[in-house]
């Protein structure tokens, strides 16, 4: 496994498999890897014969008062965690590397998938999550690129851009990869205490319940957010960013459940954010 810091020796490498005619997969990631991230990765290595895993605390999708600077980190595991996956390269540029001084260009897309939802509650988001995809897709190049369902807003923001700007990149969003109690894994468990974390499984309790009320006949999209509000109000330290229940495809809000919905939600727990989504299939 080769580990590169630099862009221009990261193109090279880059140019180099190209001209052998090598598949290259991609999984972005911002690193303090996790069995979703895991997961991502065994894929790209079934798809593809190179693959490259970036790993970078992007600080331009980080808002004020975010959690850019404790966002965990933790290199020489990541590096053992790769290399026991396969994966051929670890590309961990430093900030300066992709943002030098003076820096000033982003992309953005318009519109309802960035305005809403996680977009409404972390304004620039989506506008660093883009800017910074962009740039890795520049450098390396991909065939394929590996996202998860769990952010599953950013897919679609994703997704569009790709397609708006012709890239040459082909998307694939994998399932949630959850702990045994159905929590989302994710880099930001690691900052729950022994309650919180308790506690953070009632998102995915609420997602559940909701989908079994569906079962069984409910399909007033009110009734089911305050179905879930009810059940997530009862952990104490729990507090309610939004609940949604949305067409998958467009994230608008449906006034009456029926084909196929995405019921989404953002849920602080303690001082830690967390989101989880679920869709449904009704026949
Ligand atoms: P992150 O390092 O949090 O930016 O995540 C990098 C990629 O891993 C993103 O495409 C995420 O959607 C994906 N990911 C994060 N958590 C999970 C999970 N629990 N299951 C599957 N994919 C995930």
């Known amino acids: 496994m080769i580990f590169i810091k630099k862009i221009k020796e990261m193109k090279s490498y880059i140019k180099e498999k190209k001209r052998e005619g090598k598949i290259i997969g991609f999984v972005p990631t911002m690193g303090y890897l996790h069995p979703g991230h895991l997961s991502l990765i065994k894929k790209a290595k079934e798809d593809c014969e190179v693959v490259v895993v970036s790993i970078f605390v992007n600080p331009t999708q980080f808002g004020r008062g975010e959690d850019y600077e404790h966002y965990p980190r933790n290199l020489e595991r990541d590096k053992k965690l790769c290399q026991e996956e396969g994966v051929d390269v670890i ?55 590996y996202f998860g369902e769990k952010d599953y807003q950013q897919a679609l923001v994703v997704k569009k851009m790709v397609k708006d700007l012709s890239l040459n990149t082909q998307i694939f969003v994998l399932p949630t990869v959850r702990e045994e109690d159905g929590l989302a894994v994710s880099s930001r468990n690691f900052y729950l205490n022994k309650e919180e974390r308790k506690e953070a499984a009632i ?13 069984k006949g409910e399909r007033d999209p009110r009734y089911l957010i305050s179905f879930m509000k009810n059940l997530i109000e009862k952990e104490p330290l729990a507090e309610i960013d939004y609940i949604a229940v949305v067409n998958p495809e467009t994230l608008e809000e449906v006034k009456k459940i029926n084909k196929k919905v995405l019921l989404i939600l953002a849920v602080n727990i303690g001082k830690t954010r967390l989101i989880d989504n679920i869709k449904l299939k009704i026949r």
């Open 91 to 145: 590309f961990a540029p430093e900030v300066k590397e992709m943002y030098p001084q003076g820096y000033s260009t982003f992309v953005e897309v318009e519109g309802m998938f960035s305005s809403i939802l996680e977009g409404a509650s972390r304004p620039g988001h989506f506008r660093g999550v883009t800017t910074v995809l962009t740039k890795l897709f520049h450098i390396i190049s991909p065939d394929y690129s």
């Open 203 to 215: 998102l995915h309790k609420s997602l559940i319940s909701a989908k079994e009320e569906v079962r």
